[in-house]
C-alpha cells in the first residue's frame, strides 16, 4: 500500500509520503518485472530499493498524490499531462472517476497552493471532500502510531516553550504556537520507520506549497543502524559505512522532479517518467547517476544546495 499524510495550514500546505513500491498480488509483481522490466532483476531491485513518487508536482501549483495500485495513478498523471489539464476542478472529478471504477482500490489527495488561498481534497469512497488534513493508504494500526507519536511531541513541545517562550499578559501565562509542520512532520518519519505494515517505507518526500507553488524541500538525513561511540579523538561517526547497513542522502530544491544524492553509494537519483509501457509510462521512477555530487549537481542543472555535506 503506501503511507501519506496531508494538512492544510492555511500559509502553508504540505503532502508526505513514503516511497515504498507494492503490488497486491505476485502475479501483479511478476508481470512487473518480466513485461514491463523485461526480466531485468537490477532495474527490479533498484525500483524496489529507491522507490517511486507518489506526491507529484503539477503545473508548479497543483500536487496529486495517491494511495493503492501504481497503473491508477498512471491513468490520473497521463490524463493530466498528455491533455495538459491544470484545472484542480477537472483533476479531482477524474481522481474520483478512478477511485469508483476500481471500486475504491485507491484513493487521492489533490491539494492546491494558491495565493488567494490553498485547499486540500480528499478523493476516497466515490466522493470528493474538501478537508483540513487528511491521511490515506496503510492501516489503522499505522495511523494510531502517528497520531499517538503527534500527541507525544506536541506534549514535549509545550512543556519545552513552556520553561523557555513564556509571556506574561493580564496575569494570565501564555506559550507561543507551536510549529505544526515541524510536529507533523516529525511523527510522519518516526511512523514510517516503525510500522508493522511491511508495504509502507523507503524515502520519505516532503512536499510543501506556499505562495503559489508548489516544491520538494531540501532536506539532509542520515540512517545509523549501529550504537555511536566517541573515538580517543573525540570524533563521533556520522553515520554507518555502506557495508554495515548505514547511508547518508541529500534532497535538493525542486519544482519539477524529485533528486537525491546518496554518499555511501556515490550515486545521484533523480525520479522521472522512463518506462515504455503504457501502464506506467508517467509514473517517476529513479534513474541512478554513477558521479560525484558535483558532478551530479551540475550536469542535471540542480539547485545547488543551501548547505555543503561531507
Known amino acids: 500500500m503506501s503511507f501519506l499524510y496531508a494538512r492544510n495550514y492555511k500559509k502553508e500546505i504540505c503532502v508526505w509520503s513514503d516511497t515504498k513500491v507494492s503490488f497486491s498480488s505476485s502475479e501483479e509483481q511478476e508481470i512487473f518485472q518480466k513485461s514491463v522490466l523485461n526480466g531485468s532483476m537490477a532495474e527490479y531491485h533498484k525500483i524496489d530499493k529507491l522507490g517511486v513518487v507518489k506526491n507529484v508536482i503539477i503545473n508548479g501549483n497543483i500536487c496529486v498524490a495517491f494511495a493503492g495500485n501504481l497503473k491508477h495513478f498512471n491513468e490520473l498523471l497521463e490524463y493530466i499531462e498528455d491533455n495538459r489539464i491544470y484545472d484542480i476542478?477537472?483533476?479531482?472529478?477524474?481522481?474520483?472517476?478512478?477511485?469508483?471504477?476500481?471500486?475504491?482500490?485507491?484513493?487521492?489527495?489533490?491539494?492546491l497552493a494558491n495565493n488567494s488561498g490553498n485547499e486540500l481534497y480528499l478523493i476516497q469512497s466515490s466522493r470528493i471532500n474538501l478537508v483540513d488534513a487528511c491521511k490515506i493508504g496503510s492501516d489503522k494500526k499505522t495511523y494510531e502510531i502517528f497520531d499517538s507519536e503527534r500527541e507525544k511531541i506536541k506534549n514535549r513541545d509545550e512543556m519545552e516553550a513552556g520553561c523557555t517562550r513564556v509571556t506574561i499578559e493580564n496575569d494570565l501565562s501564555d506559550v507561543d504556537n507551536l510549529d505544526s509542520?515541524?510536529?507533523?512532520?516529525?511523527?510522519f518519519k518516526y511512523t514510517i520507520k516503525n510500522t508493522e505494515d511491511l508495504s509502507v517505507g523507503g524515502f520519505i518526500i516532503s512536499c510543501t506549497g506556499s505562495k503559489g507553488s508548489f516544491m520538494y524541500m531540501e532536506e539532509f538525513e542520515t540512517n545509523v543502524e549501529k550504537k555511536r561511540t566517541v573515538d580517543p579523538d573525540g570524533i563521533i561517526q556520522l553515520f554507518d559505512n555502506a557495508e554495515d547497513g548505514g547511508y547518508a542522502f541529500h534532497?535538493?530544491?525542486s519544482t519539477n522532479f524529485v533528486s537525491m544524492y546518496i554518499y555511501q553509494m556515490k550515486k545521484g537519483v533523480i525520479y522521472r517518467p522512463y518506462l515504455e509501457d503504457k501502464d506506467y509510462n508517467h509514473l517517476r521512477f529513479p534513474t541512478i547517476y554513477d558521479c560525484s555530487e558535483n558532478?551530479?549537481?551540475?550536469?542535471?542543472?540542480?539547485?545547488?544546495?543551501?548547505?555543503?555535506?561531507?
Open 89 to 111: 476542478g477537472s483533476i479531482t472529478k477524474k481522481a474520483e472517476q478512478i477511485n469508483r471504477k476500481y471500486f475504491g482500490d485507491t484513493d487521492f489527495i489533490v491539494a
Open 181 to 187: 509542520i515541524s510536529i507533523d512532520r516529525r511523527a
Open 251 to 253: 534532497f535538493y530544491d
Open 295 to 310: 558532478e551530479f549537481i551540475e550536469e542535471n542543472n540542480i539547485t545547488p544546495p543551501s548547505i555543503i555535506y561531507g
